[in-house]
């Protein structure tokens, strides 16, 4: 169990690798920098669309000129860009800034001082607020509309907003601290695992908390803690899940115990040479859900992304480039190739009837898959509402919360005997 949990979290690395190898190396500035160099007296500095033309005839940042990447690499000297751009400090900028990143790399390598929009188009809005004069801060749309990047809430979305972080949040944060401190104290090995669950889900809270309070929810790396950590406690959940179930209820992998399935299979394995029952439904669940991969995998990634004022806070929504990818690509691919081992160690082991490895590589794929599909739906659903996308996010996660401490205190006399129910005495009448 502890190498797969390693190689679990060596593979929460991955993403950070390939973050580095698109972006690293490639000089990024925020959208408030850029703003103050394009508004400065000294006039030296250029923005620069790095987009394929029919992009940027359809909609642009006001002011920005058009040198698609496809030219710019091609330039093999400092004395090759247009006129109105030498001698000048180029700010670089496409959709998300993968394009803007590569140009800005390459124009590096030739001295010319060049920077990439870091998140590119979907997250120049978020300086609007600081330069709403700005007549670079708006976008300008093929029709000729000047676009602001700013929304009106609804009073019920400022109150789903408001209700989200102020209550749901801190309440079901407050929850799992104490729930996980409390299971982390048993012996049973699957109230410990999804205590293990809760903790983990916890350090990705408080990483969401620490970033929209303080960063302003501008940090990738708080976000990313986040995500995977909720990716993490949706595979430890679900270990605890499969242990609780086999220990306590079906005994299907205990050689000197009747499986609770018998009636049901008919010949068991365990006495006799036949094909499993709960080995065979098992590899089709493991199938059925490299397909249901295919789902977030197909998910069209979203772009929008606006300020708005929530009472006296403006914040502004987005779902940025880097974790739609993360949440409709990496997790989604990350679950494939586990459940795709789990499937192969369970082919291979025939004489077990699922393998301890295969059980774990089937939960860890099936919480980064779970994520995946939990992130891209609401993402989906909401792609122009993403207050709501936020509420019922937090929502979810105090629900999830609230039913564990439910079922626990349902069946708190045999998961927790210390915790009996109270016999009431029953009185008899004369």
């Known amino acids: ?29 925020h959208a408030a920098e850029a703003l103050a160099m394009l508004d400065g007296s000294s ?35 400092a004395d090759e ?21 590569q140009a800005a790399r390459h124009l590096a390598k030739l001295g010319v001082t060049a920077y990439s929009l870091r998140g590119g ?24 509309v000047v676009e602001e990047p700013f929304r009106e809430m609804t009073e019920a979305e400022q109150g789903a907003a408001a209700l989200a972080m102020l209550l749901i949040k801190p309440t079901y944060m407050l929850l799992s ?13 699957d109230l410990r695992l999804l205590g293990w669950g809760l903790l983990v889900f916890l350090i990705g809270e408080v990483a969401c908390a620490v970033n929209y309070i303080f960063l302003r929810d501008n940090s990738y790396l708080a976000e990313y803690l986040h995500s995977y950590s909720m990716a993490l406690a949706f595979g430890l959940a679900a270990c605890a899940l499969l242990e609780g179930l086999d220990r306590r ?90 459940l795709g081992l789990a499937l192969m160690i369970m082919q291979r082991n025939p004489s077990v009837t699922i393998h301890p490895l295969a059980r774990l590589l089937f939960c860890s794929g099936a919480g980064f898959l779970g994520f995946g599909l939990f992130r891209v739906t609401l993402g989906l659903v909401y792609a122009e509402a993403l207050a709501w996308a936020t509420f019922w996010e ?34 008899v009448l004369p």
């Open 43 to 77: 006039n030296r500095a250029a923005l620069v669309d790095a987009r394929p033309q029919e992009e940027y005839q359809a909609r642009r940042i006001t002011g920005a000129l058009s040198l698609p990447l496809e030219q710019i690499v091609e330039i093999d000297s």
């Open 121 to 144: 188009m979907q997250d120049w809005g978020r300086a609007w607020p600081e330069y709403p004069g700005s007549s670079f801060s708006r976008f300008e749309l093929a029709s000729g």
């Open 249 to 338: 209820l079906v005994h299907f992998s205990e050689a000197d115990r009747q499986c609770a399935l018998l009636p049901v299979c008919g010949p068991c394995a365990k006495y006799q040479p036949t094909r499993c029952g709960v080995r065979r439904v098992a590899q089709f669940t493991v199938i059925a859900l490299v397909i249901l991969a295919l789902i977030p995998m197909l998910a069209p990634f979203s772009y929008t992304a606006y300020n708005t004022q929530i009472g006296p806070v403006t914040h502004y929504y987005i779902r940025p480039f880097v974790h739609q990818w993360f949440e409709a690509r990496f997790s989604p691919l990350a679950g494939i190739a586990q």
């Open 177 to 189: 601290g104490a729930l996980s401190f409390f299971l982390l104290r048993l012996e049973a090995a």
């Open 394 to 427: 937090e929502a979810t996660e105090l629900l999830f919360i609230g039913a564990v401490i439910y079922f626990l205190w349902i069946f708190r006399s045999t998961l927790l005997p210390e915790f009996r129910p109270r016999q009431v005495s029953k009185k």
């Open 1 to 29: 169990m502890k190498t797969t949990m390693t190689c679990t979290c060596l593979l929460g690395l991955l993403p950070l690798v390939l973050y580095f190898a698109v972006f690293g190396g490639a000089p990024q500035i």
């Open 81 to 101: 860009l247009p006129p109105d751009l030498q001698g000048k400090t180029l700010l670089l900028v496409c959709d998300a800034g993968v394009r803007s990143a």
